[in-house]
Nanobody
Framework: QVQLVESGGGLVQAGGSLRLSCAAS????????MGWFRQVPGLEREFVAT????????HYVDSVKGRFTISRDNAESTLYLQMNTLKPADTAVYYC?????????????????WGQGTQVTVSS
């Protein structure tokens, strides 16, 4: 089992940047494929990015490609999401999630552990 705690959200103007962090505790962080998801009230949770156990493979939803970067520090048991050139459409609660599967995935049902979320608000 792993516990996840997100931080780094906030209010930013369009075009600005934020870096989200997800601190993990419990089982060995490097044994999990990790992902970032986001959710707007009334809508389904949306995949944002995923990263393999060793960080060598990543995948992004088309709407954030070239603007967001997912990374991880297995020595520090921390997942990151660097978000640049933010848009009002990026406003959502952002969640990190851990999957025990080796394959990266954009399917939220394959992620077993979730953080509590951090709010990101981008003003126009």
């Amino acid at each position: 089992q792993v516990q996840l705690v997100e931080s780094g959200g906030g209010l930013v103007q369009a075009g600005g940047s934020l870096r989200l962090s997800c601190a993990a505790s419990g089982r060995t962080f490097s044994s999990y494929t990790m992902g970032w998801f986001r959710q707007v009230p009334g809508l389904e949770r949306e995949f944002v990015a995923t990263i393999s156990r060793n960080g060598g493979l990543t995948h992004y939803v088309d709407s954030v490609k070239g603007r967001f970067t997912i990374s991880r520090d297995n020595a520090e048991s921390t997942l990151y999401l660097q978000m640049n050139t933010l848009k009002p459409a990026d406003t959502a609660v952002y969640y990190c999630a851990a999957s025990p599967l080796a394959e990266i995935s954009w399917e939220p049902t394959l992620y077993e552990y979730w953080g509590q979320g951090t709010q990101v608000t981008v003003s126009s």
